[in-house]
T-cell receptor
Framework: ETGVTQSPTHLIKTRGQQVTLRCSSQ?????VSWYQQALGQGPQFIFQ???????GRGNFPPRFSGLQFPNYSSELNVNALELDDSALYLC?????????????FGSGTRLTVV | DQQVKQNSPSLSVQEGRISILNCDYT??????FLWYKKYPAEGPTFLIS?????DKNEDGRFTVFLNKSAKHLSLHIVPSQPGDSAVYFC??????????????FGQGTTLQVKP
């Protein structure tokens, strides 16, 4: 059973650029959530995708968007990058669908905006 | 507005002793509380959870206690082992969030277990 895989592991971008982060869910998991973890803080919920649709969103602006594909993999897109977007981005997948909490987290993508 | 707080950034205990990690919350509308453990360069790993209708849940060396009147929960690790050294996050799921997967995390407590 494979876990959650995120790519890339590290990324450096310039302010104003756009970035796409990728996540492969654990085998059979159909729900994906994305979290942002700033340095010294706990993860903050960005949004969740279930059956290829966003079904929950945290306090993040519209320039944070996502996709879920038929194979349940997912992308997080961030437009017009700001310095404060520098963080660890975590993807988590679940088999239970909405309502489950037994998420498996990936190791994250470390994004640095300069 | 930090709804879930872990006020101790770090904790150091001796191997074999008890580790107690604390978490406070301000919102009564949480239905589940969870603890995650995170090693460097890895994602958080689910450790143990407790429903808001319970006051204790035990799993091996790990026990979580929930005091609803005080809006406080704690994670007890007995006996502590050096491999338990990690960052521990308390998280809560709100009623009505069951369909969105939203968890609210605390800031984390770094536990160091000394041999």
């Amino acid at each position: 059973e494979t876990g959650v895989t995120q790519s890339p592991t590290h990324l450096i971008k310039t302010r104003g650029q756009q970035v796409t982060l990728r996540c492969s869910s654990q085998s059979g998991h159909n729900t994906v959530s994305w979290y942002q973890q700033a340095l010294g803080q706990g993860p903050q919920f960005i949004f969740q995708y279930y059956r290829e649709e966003e079904n929950g969103r945290g306090n993040f602006p519209p320039r944070f968007s996502g996709l879920q594909f038929p194979n349940y993999s997912s992308e997080l897109n961030v437009n017009a990058l700001e310095l404060d977007d520098s963080a660890l981005y975590l993807c988590a997948s679940s088999l239970a669908g909405p309502g489950g909490y037994g998420y498996t987290f990936g190791s994250g993508t470390r994004l640095t905006v300069v | 507005d930090q709804q879930v707080k872990q006020n101790s950034p770090s904790l150091s205990v001796q191997e074999g002793r008890i580790s107690i990690l604390n978490c406070d919350y301000t919102n009564s509308m949480f239905d589940y509380f969870l603890w995650y453990k995170k090693y460097p360069a890895e994602g958080p790993t689910f450790l143990i959870s407790i429903s808001s209708i319970k006051d204790k849940n035990e799993d091996g060396r790990f026990t979580v206690f929930l005091n609803k009147s005080a809006k406080h929960l704690s994670l007890h690790i007995v006996p502590s082992q050096p491999g338990d050294s990690a960052v521990y996050f308390c998280a809560a799921r709100g009623f009505g969030s069951s369909n969105t997967g939203k968890l609210i995390f605390g800031q984390g407590t770094t536990l160091q277990v000394k041999p």
